[in-house]
């Protein structure tokens, strides 16, 4: 049997979408093997959740450092210790430093709350209600040293009702998220998607276009 594909999760909120994967991999739906889950916030209930599945958990504060690089540096130098096949930022709100990223090329996603290239940074579901969007969603990206830019590698769909909220958007966003997050890991893990130094690659093609979650959980 071939090495488990390991991945390492950085979260630094609620952990819905550490769940996620954590249940998939309970559930037998993803070969994956969670290596660690790094956190910027000691208090962050994604930790918790890690704890639960008896994964290891690393904090690294940036108050105890003096710069945001000084902080990069030792956050993914923990990271790095976890040997990873792929880094899955999952909700960790701290912007990476470019220095970071550049050394591991094609190693780490994103999932960010919109269809890009919509809707960067904070607060999307009241960008998409400002915007009169009548479709919001999100999206699994490639992170790159440009803010919620890199390529976009799948992404999932809903409609924005009307009376909607933010907080009634963001709920049935979230509802997505979970399955798009798994399946894009998972399209990772057993190589069918792969992240080539000439951009991402579906069953070894270039691909085309952001891959689409479905109504049965799946991407195509
Ligand atoms: C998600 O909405 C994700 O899209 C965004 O941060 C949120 C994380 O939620 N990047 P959770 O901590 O996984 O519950």
């Known amino acids: ?72 540096e030792a956050f993914f130098a923990a990271v790095d210790g976890a040997s990873a096949d792929l880094i899955v930022c999952a909700g960790y709100m701290r912007i990476i430093t470019a220095a970071q990223i550049e050394r591991r090329p094609n190693r780490m996603i994103n999932l960010h709350p919109s269809l890009l290239p919509a809707f960067k940074g904070l607060h999307t579901h ?21 803010l919620d830019d890199g390529p976009v590698l799948a992404q999932a769909r809903v409609p924005v009702l009307p009376g909607d909220t933010a907080g009634t958007l963001a709920a049935r966003v979230q509802a997505v998220e979970h399955p798009l997050l798994v399946e894009t890991v998972r399209m990772l893990a057993e190589g069918h998607l792969r992240l080539a130094p000439d951009g991402p690659h579906l069953n070894g093609a270039p691909l085309p276009a952001p891959l689409q979650l479905g109504a049965n959980r799946r991407l195509a």
């Open 1 to 72: 049997m071939s090495a488990p594909f390991r991945i390492a999760v950085l979260a630094s909120g609620t952990g819905t979408n550490l769940q996620a994967l954590i249940d998939a991999i309970s559930a037998g739906d993803l070969a994956v093997e969670i290596a660690g889950v790094f956190s910027d916030k000691a208090k962050a209930f994604a930790l918790e959740r890690a704890r639960g599945a008896g994964i290891a958990t690393t904090v690294v504060p940036p108050k105890r450092f003096a710069t945001r690089e000084a902080h990069d």
């Open 126 to 146: 009241q960008q998409a209600l400002d915007a009169g969007a009548i479709e919001h969603g999100a999206s699994v990206h490639i992170v790159t040293a440009d």
